[in-house]
C-alpha cells in the first residue's frame, strides 16, 4: 500500500520560530496538498500544489506561510514566525491526478505532524 | 458555502455489533462527492468510501455501507461486525466537482469498539 510520509511527527517550537514540515508524497503523484487541524476543531484546507506552483490557498495561508518541493520528491510546509495559534496537526496529501471520476484516483493523507507553538 | 456536520462526537459499539455514524451537508451544487475517513491512533487518514451523488445507488465496502440521502442531504456510515481495528476517528468530507482541490470535512466522529 502506498502511503505519504511526513516528519516530523511532533514538534515543539517557540513563538516566532520558523517550522519547516516535510511531506513525501506517493512517487507518481503529481497534486499536493496541505491540510490543518486545530484541536477539537475541524480539518480545514490550507493549500493545494501543482505544477511547481500553487494552483490554491485558501485564507489561512498568508504570507507567513510557504510550500516548495525543493528536489522533485519532498514537499514542504513553512512557517515563517510561529504564532501560539498555529498549534494543530498538519497533514499533508498527494493524489496522481485531479478530479474525483476516475474510477479509483483517491487522495491519500500522510499521518500529520503535531505543531505545538510554546 | 459548504458545511458538514458530525452531530456525535464520541460514540461506542460492542465488537461484532453494528453501528451507524451519522453525517450531514449543506450545499447548492448539484454534482459532489462523499467520502468517509479514518484515522486510527497510528493517525493515518485512510478512505473508508466514497460516493458520487450523481449515483443513486448507496456505496459498499466489505462491512462498510453508506445510506446515501441527497434531498435530505444526509450521507451515514454504516459499520456491521465491528472489530476491534475499527476503532478510530472517522471523518465525514465533501467536495465539489467544481473544486477537486478543497475536501470539506465534518469535526469526527470517535468510534470505540469494545471486546
Known amino acids: 500500500e502506498p502511503e505519504v510520509t511526513q516528519t516530523p511527527s511532533h514538534q515543539v517550537t517557540q513563538m516566532g520560530q520558523e517550522v519547516i514540515l516535510r511531506c513525501v508524497p506517493i512517487s507518481n503523484h503529481l497534486y499536493f496538498y496541505w491540510y490543518r487541524q486545530i484541536l477539537g476543531q475541524k480539518v480545514e484546507f490550507l493549500v493545494s500544489f501543482y505544477n511547481n506552483e500553487i494552483s490554491e490557498k485558501s485564507e489561512i495561508f498568508d504570507d507567513q506561510f510557504s510550500v516548495e518541493r525543493p528536489d522533485g520528491s519532498n514537499f514542504t510546509l513553512k512557517i515563517r514566525s510561529t504564532k501560539l495559534e498555529d498549534s494543530a496537526m498538519y497533514f499533508c496529501a498527494s493524489s496522481h491526478r485531479q478530479g474525483m471520476a476516475t474510477l479509483g484516483n483517491t487522495i491519500y493523507f500522510g499521518e500529520g505532524s503535531w505543531l505545538t507553538v510554546v | 458555502a459548504q458545511t458538514v456536520t458530525q452531530s456525535q462526537p464520541e460514540m461506542s459499539v460492542q465488537e461484532a455489533e453494528t453501528v451507524t455514524l451519522s453525517c450531514t451537508y449543506d450545499?447548492?451544487?448539484?454534482?459532489?462527492?462523499l467520502f468517509w475517513y479514518k484515522q486510527p491512533p497510528s493517525r493515518q487518514m485512510i478512505l473508508v468510501i466514497r460516493q458520487e451523488a450523481y449515483k443513486q445507488q448507496n456505496a459498499t465496502e466489505n462491512r462498510f455501507s453508506v445510506n446515501f440521502q441527497k434531498a435530505a442531504k444526509s450521507f451515514s456510515l454504516k459499520i456491521s461486525d465491528s472489530q476491534l481495528g475499527d476503532t478510530a476517528m472517522y471523518f465525514c468530507?465533501?467536495?465539489?466537482?467544481?473544486?477537486?482541490?478543497?475536501?470539506?470535512f465534518g469535526s469526527g466522529t470517535k468510534l470505540n469498539v469494545k471486546p
Open positions: 468530507a465533501f467536495i465539489p466537482s467544481y473544486n477537486f482541490n478543497k475536501f470539506y
Open positions: 450545499t447548492s451544487e448539484n454534482n459532489y462527492y
